[in-house]
């Protein structure tokens, strides 16, 4: 396993446009966490999956984006009706269960809205 | 909510030490994570200390815990420019839920001379 993969590295879209994000995680964790990065900041919790619920969204998850993972396995973010606002870098991480388990991230994705 | 504060920035020649601080709020914390992020990157974990230990030695790295004041330090020995990167302290405590998610700050910069 090489670790967390997050698929694109960078996306460049036209504001208004939809985008879809994926993270792969670490095959045996079952914890899931999407971050969101913006510019000289630092990481800012977006929603978190264990196995295939999704059990809490940050108040920053507007209702445009959306996250899915659907066998537990993969998980996608989806942002819908992009604004300029969304541009930053998208982090996933995965984790076991646990209060002292690691949390290992993704390389992410550079969303730039235009 | 959980506060963490460090430093912004911090330069060291190369070969020197380098001390980075972290100041956080939430006194449960029980697990307290230091990342490094490289230009354009993931979070890579470096590092962690138990909130019933004062110390741990990883190879170059030590990791220093005050938890009465809440104070946690990064110190990496012989300082090189490989190490050059934004650094991230992550309490994990009541304020990271039952989700265990990690709270960050703005991260500190570490600049290594030549």
């Known amino acids: 396993d090489t670790g967390v993969s997050q698929d694109p590295r960078h996306k460049i879209t036209k504001r208004g446009q939809n985008v879809t994000f994926r993270c792969d995680p670490i095959s045996e964790h079952n914890r899931l966490y999407w971050y969101r990065q913006t510019l000289g900041q630092g990481p800012e919790f977006l929603t978190y999956f264990q196995n295939e619920a999704q059990l809490e969204k940050s108040r920053l998850l507007s209702d445009r984006f959306s996250a899915e993972r659907p066998k537990g396995s993969f998980s996608t973010l989806e942002i819908q009706r992009t604004e300029q606002g969304d541009s930053a870098m998208y982090l996933c991480?995965?984790?076991?269960?646990?209060?002292?388990?690691?949390?290992?991230f993704g390389q992410g994705t550079r969303l730039t809205v235009v | 909510g959980e506060d963490v504060e460090q430093s912004l920035f911090l330069s060291v020649r190369e070969g020197d030490s380098s001390v980075i601080n972290c100041t956080y709020t939430d006194s449960s914390s029980t697990y307290l994570y230091w990342y490094k992020q490289e230009p354009g990157a993931g979070l890579q974990l470096l590092t962690y200390?138990?909130?019933?230990?004062d110390m741990k030695q990883d190879q170059r790295l030590t990791v220093l815990l005050n938890k009465k004041d809440k104070h946690l330090s990064l110190r990496i020995a012989d300082t090189q420019t490989g190490d050059s990167a934004i650094y991230f302290c992550a309490p994990k405590g009541q304020y990271g839920g039952a989700t265990n998610k990690l709270i960050f700050g703005t991260g500190t910069l570490l600049a290594v001379q030549p």
């Open positions: 991480a995965s984790s076991f269960q646990g209060a002292g388990t690691e949390a290992f």
């Open positions: 200390i138990f909130s019933n230990m």
